[in-house]
């Protein structure tokens, strides 16, 4: 079946816009998961959702940074008042329960310059 | 918080060897520890879960060994081809946040 989709899958933007990265998760997995990847770097996780429960912000980097998760399925990561620091791979992944929680399926992610 | 140490450096190795990675943890030790591949330009592809109850797992040429008291997880590729090679990251859960290492270059010449 399909897998996890991201869009768009390359942003430039000039600092201080904003940008909305896109995440649809795999039919049916409950669980959906943000990291930020720079260049050379292991992954930073960001935010979990699972199923309708608010998520843990904690991992966000600043107050610039929220994501929203709709419905229990597409999830929509904002960062606004770009910064030159924000320039990373943004990776989202999503898992099919809570007894698999940790079995994550990443999408291809999302390439995000900025200016 | 939680940190995760693998080897910086890549493992160059030849063509049928085994491959060995470490992952080191400090801190809490984890109810799971799992290992992704990642290929240049490609989200992680999950490899192996294993359990703090679990000393050992394989599949197929795959193996991870999970020793809490050390704190470390070891995997292994026996007869590594050329398409084993990739970055290979090891992660773990604690406390509902998710830690990646950073990853070893793993290159199988053939």
């Known amino acids: 079946g399909a897998g996890v989709s991201q869009s768009p899958s390359n942003k430039v933007t000039e600092k201080g816009k904003d940008v909305e990265l896109r995440c649809d998760p795999i039919?049916?997995?409950?669980?959906l998961y943000w990291y930020r990847q720079s260049l050379g770097q292991g992954l930073e996780f960001l935010i979990y959702?699972?199923?309708?429960?608010?998520?843990?912000k904690s991992g966000l980097p600043s107050d610039r940074f929220s994501a929203e998760r709709t419905g229990g399925s597409v999830s929509t990561l904002t960062i606004q008042r770009t910064q030159q620091e924000d320039s990373a791979v943004y990776l989202c992944?999503?898992?099919?329960?809570?007894?698999?929680?940790?079995?994550?399926?990443f999408g291809p992610g999302t390439r995000l310059t900025v200016t | 918080s939680q940190k995760i140490e693998q080897n910086s450096e890549a493992l160059n190795i030849q063509e049928g060897k085994t491959a060995t990675l470490t992952c080191n943890y400090t801190?809490?030790?984890?109810?799971?520890l799992q290992w992704y591949r990642q290929d240049p330009g490609r989200g992680p592809v999950f490899l192996l879960l294993?359990?703090?109850?679990?000393k050992e797992k394989r599949k197929e040429r795959l193996k991870v060994t999970f020793d809490t008291t050390l704190k470390q997880s070891l995997f292994h590729i026996t007869a590594s081809q050329p398409a084993d090679s990739a970055t290979y990251l090891c992660?773990?859960?604690?406390?509902?946040?998710?830690?990646f290492g950073s990853g070893t270059k793993l290159n199988v010449k053939p």
């Open positions: 992944a999503s898992s099919r329960d809570r007894e698999r929680a940790y079995e994550q399926y």
């Open positions: 039919s049916g997995h409950t669980a």
């Open positions: 959702f699972q199923g309708n429960s608010a998520p843990d």
């Open positions: 801190n809490y030790s984890p109810a799971y």
């Open positions: 294993i359990r703090e109850n679990e």
């Open positions: 992660a773990l859960a604690a406390f509902n946040k998710f830690y």
